[in-house]
């Protein structure tokens, strides 16, 4: 097995998926989003969608 440094490892392809969250934020009184961050296995986001949702959720 060939050992490797730090920064041929940073990029590796192993372990790429993006992990996803989701939010609910309260963009005015009577609008709430749900947001959708994706990031990457560096924390870099990769991706953020919005779309509305139902105002008891962000209460």
Do not use: H, W, Y
């Amino acid at each position: 097995m060939k050992k490797i440094n730090l920064s041929e490892a940073s990029v590796i392809v192993g372990g790429t998926a993006p992990v996803c969250t989701v939010s609910f934020e309260k963009t005015s009184p009577t609008v709430c989003m749900q947001v959708t961050t994706c990031v990457d296995k560096n924390g870099a986001v990769v991706s953020k969608a919005s779309e509305s949702a139902d105002l008891v959720r962000c209460e």
